[in-house]
């Protein structure tokens, strides 16, 4: 700050505001839930409140210390207006256009449901009186945090708005009581704040039905396969084995395939982005939207890995695994025969336990730089290093685990019950297709034409040129 | 920005600034510790530094590059001033007022116990010199941390003030050093930064005594029904237990009951605001704490289930197991008894471990979200149905595994030795509570009530009304 | 904010602006990657982009909806310009220095690699056009994530700039366009943000080699002492036990030797400090280095004792494992030995594997608090704390669960095969050592003067004082 900035910002700071600021006042539109809330929350951060009302002496209870007159009295008095009103009631609002002139209108409002109406609150409320600096903010938080202060999902308030001056005054506030701001630009984000407070988990849904269709397919599927069979070929009944013998065959099937459907999308647009020869071509809907939800996708996966470990720790105590083995001792000791070590099982078994466990390993640790913390901490170069170098490695891993659990199995007909493969197997498809594409992807000269067209290169396009060529 | 507005920016930012921004003077006052590791950070970012002291010429080594003079003398060279001072020595300041006034004064200062003084040691410097503008900073930010840069606990500065123009000069400058900083609104905020640097995690005292005392509680009831009885009873010594055993009937005993501590307040909120028929009195103290702490007990809780799945993992290896396992073998063989399966033993146990297993998978989902990064990218819609239906989703996994556990030795008297239950049976009291009176609250006509109240609904309620009359 | 200040923030937001703010223009030059996908994304927030190229009407596809033509004619049309031109094709805009006098001037540039120039791209294009006000910008941000919108690595926006007026018009930009904006200061920032994305893990890079190298030394001299050994010396070959036995033996080692480098920096210049008798002189370089990179020490340490408790916890279905406990349950039922319970050895190998699950708790706690978005949330007080005292408690726990897995065998010569000590006995020397010190630094007299030096107290040293004397 250099020195002749200085008496101007003297002049900016009047002593008055500076010894006391707390004596500010603000209003208050609404004496609904919201109304209360903010209103509490405005006099314990030491404001002054005033709240307008169409029946200032019938509209209940409201915060100690306030007071309530009719709407055109209340904003003459204040400079700042908090709105909490539903939409639907802001039509009285035009009758107060001249006292609003001028003012700060911050639009608290949300809607009940989404895309109700064609523009946002805010951007309506705007165009009611033009004359006003209408900002969004606090619709993002809910009253129990506005009555208990800020906390975990409740400590970010979006602010946007047109007015620069006006957004700061917002942001004064809302700092004073505690929020943290986060300024999304100009009104014509108010529609995404709206919606931010009703969304639940949207960008997840597809992921989690693909994970419960895929388990339910493949429970029924081995359900068939090995209790009913047994039921019904032997005659034996190992409906138990369900709880967690199947629940651990379900767990990394689901697993694997939901990773490969992760990194599948990845080479598709790959290969399609070396078929036309551009990447200025938008990628169909389809893809575009699988792309999106990928992350969720390798979570999703992660979430049935962790429970796989799981269930496979717990398998040495299991009543039937004691019992098996128990009985296979007793055998040997009856059969007399002096038992010799399987060298081979032993190195085949401890790989396979060996892959499964470096797999994870790298998994959970792909889990972790996808946290948003982490992630943000990270250059994208970084960041795209851990996704994808580290994330084939995983996929790399964990197929070649499930390979060394099926080894010879493969082979031995005896596996193809009722002529249907095991679960492994069908597990096996789509992972082994994806990393079969990644390696022709990684053949130098594929490889040096894909880095050139994802560079912004292009393959020469006369009746694009011509397209252009139309726009000016 | 419209172009009208161009020139005022052009004016605004003389080409000296833009040209040679790195030669601004800034002055701090005190040459301790603090004082000669800000002046170090701030002259390798590019400032002139001038030291203020009342002894010039013996106060010891200062950084390379820096002057030392009187207070005055430094006062009048720069616009701004780092008061790098013991709060016990700002009476001196009083003299300097008029070289200060106008000026912007940094407060760096802390005081070494909380609510030694009246008022935060900012507002008494406002007071003093209500000529300068007070700007609390950098008193959150270790003196290490500012010799050696930003990291971890010391990325954030926070800062608050009255003076808007003044605070972003403090932000300039604490941004050029490499800190991020976090604007806390007015001078009043100053205590509660004053009172940040001395916190040692105020919010987990309450849980953490709570969790020590469940533990050495269970602890020593189960050595006396444990390792005491039977030494009295049978005369075997089985202390060895201890480190393992034992430790696993603890841990997940704790676990559960703190879980349930942590939806027990919310159940009871519920029929409090039930009872009164509005949200809008306030619930009693020992309730508003036990609220606040829900998310600790939650944390603890689960530290204590990780305690608790690790110590069952190692179980097959322990030395008594499989020596316990070899020894029922080979009573097997002896008795040369031709063991059968027991489907029921076999069903029952491995659903033990699944309930575990998935109540534990959906607890670490719980814990995730709560990360600050997490828990601030989700809507508060989303991250109270994680918190409340998963939440709910895990006590009754946990609590229906213990149930599991249990099984039919509710009944057998074997186990009630010396007349007092197991310490499972003790630990499902309270979930089994929390789990009913839920269950109450989501009966339809209960549920309903309870939605409009917290929506702000209230039971007429005459008295309040008057009370509401008086206030205007 | 105060009404009289509310004229002049109408002043500041004429209608016109809050009405239409949509139809801002922009103007790009270049027409690469970097500058179709801004302009295209731009042109998504609502503005209106022209671009400037050299050859206008030759310059390959552009965003529908936009214009090209020469430099000098875009420039004069928008007040901002985006410069998506590599840094060696700069000089043409000397000439346009005029029409560019007072416009934001925001340069998105990168380099391939690191320190080619003696100055940064910004601060270079400053030189070029003093009448210009340069900002850096998005040059962090990949094309990729200007076409797609923020995501993970690529929601900050990194700000600098000389002139805050400008810099503000970028931050509105990037906001709008949906992205989280860090100021990092003034242009003399430039270059580190530059060298941003360039950065792959620079900090991990030196302890990712010692992690590698120890792992491949404590591999090789297992390998040899277990696998040849055994091999040249019975004959038999169990080099099937290197994928987990060996595995499980390496993992551990590196972790605790990594834990203990990651506190021996610490110690040592705690005895720097007290044999110098002060704090202000810097230290060596080596140990600057080494203390900088603790954290990552710690995490990479805290991921091989993960392994560890993986690799250990599959042990019981080992095939190798299974088939010796069977073996061993034979002989016993061969020799009619009625076994007795050892229970020095049940309370030792309890207690060695107590240790070791409190041991991972303690450390897991430690990994979550240095995660970005916790740590911020901690004072440094907090933060010191987890990470000095549990750290410790977690080297502590370790050491000592690996002197209870050596317990007597450090005695009985057998272990000592080829006069080589176990790899365990190696791992304890660092790890001792370092509690060793610490607990000296602990004594009282010497934890005073200690405390003393680090609050800045020295020992009067005279020919520092006249150093001191000269600088002024």
């Not at 709105?83 to 107060?96: A, G, I, N, Q």
């Not at 594929?446 to 393959?459: A, F």
Request: aromatic share 12%.
């Amino acid at each position: 700050m250099s020195k002749e900035s200085q008496p101007e910002s003297v002049l900016l700071c009047p002593l008055g505001t500076a010894a006391a600021p707390e004596t500010e006042l603000l209003c208050i539109f609404g004496t609904g839930d919201m109304g209360r809330s903010l209103g509490q929350r405005l006099l314990q951060a030491g404001y002054r409140v005033v709240y307008g009302s169409r029946r200032p002496h019938s509209c209940g209870p409201l915060p100690a210390g306030t007071q309530v007159m009719s709407h055109a009295a209340a904003a003459k008095l204040a400079t700042l207006v908090f709105l909490c009103v539903h939409r639907k009631k802001y039509d009285f609002l035009e009758t107060l256009a001249p006292q609003l002139n001028g003012k700060v209108l911050v639009d608290v409002s949300n809607n009940l449901k989404e895309d109700v109406y064609p523009e946002s609150n805010a951007e309506y409320l705007q165009r009611l009186i033009p004359g006003a600096h209408v900002v969004k903010a606090f619709n993002t938080i809910s009253a129990w945090a506005l009555q208990n202060g800020p906390s975990d999902a409740n400590r970010q308030v979006l602010v946007c708005g047109n007015c620069a001056e006006a957004k700061q005054t917002v942001v004064a506030v809302a700092t004073k009581l505690g929020f943290a701001v986060l300024d999304n630009g100009s009104l014509s984000a108010a529609r995404e704040l709206e919606e931010f407070p009703l969304r639940l988990f949207p960008e997840w849904r597809l992921p989690l039905r693909l994970a419960v269709g895929l388990t339910a397919t493949f429970f029924f599927y081995l359900v068939i396969r090995d209790v009913v069979y047994s039921y019904v070929e032997d005659g034996k009944d190992i409906s138990f084995r369900i709880m967690v013998s199947l629940a651990n065959k379900v767990c990394p099937i689901v697993a694997i395939i939901m990773l490969a459907l992760c990194y599948l999308p990845g080479v598709v647009a790959a290969i399609l982005q070396l078929y036309r020869g551009t990447k200025y071509k938008r990628f169909p809907d389809w893809l575009d939207r699988w792309m999106l939800c990928r992350k969720q996708l390798g979570l999703l996966s992660l979430g049935f890995a962790f429970l796989h470990v799981l269930y496979t720790l717990i398998i040495p105590f299991r009543h039937y695994v004691r019992y098996r083995i128990a009985a296979s001792t007793i055998l040997k000791m009856r059969e007399n025969t002096t038992a010799v070590l399987d060298t081979t099982l032993a190195w085949r078994t401890d790989s396979f336990y060996s892959m499964g466990i470096l797999g994870f390993g790298v998994y959970i640790l792909l889990g972790i730089t996808s946290l948003p913390s982490v992630s943000n901490a990270l250059s994208w170069r970084e960041f795209s290093f851990v996704q994808s170098k580290l994330g084939y490695l995983t996929l790399f891993l964990c197929t070649f685990h499930t390979y060394l659990y099926g080894w010879n199995k493969f082979l031995s007909p005896s596996n193809y019950r009722w002529y249907t493969p095991p679960g492994y197997m069908l597990s096996l498809v789509l992972p082994s297709i994806v990393l079969v594409l990644k390696l022709l992807l990684l053949v130098p000269c594929v490889d040096r034409s894909l880095t050139r067209i994802r560079q912004g290169w292009e393959r020469t396009d006369p009746e694009d040129a011509s397209k252009q060529a139309l726009l000016m």
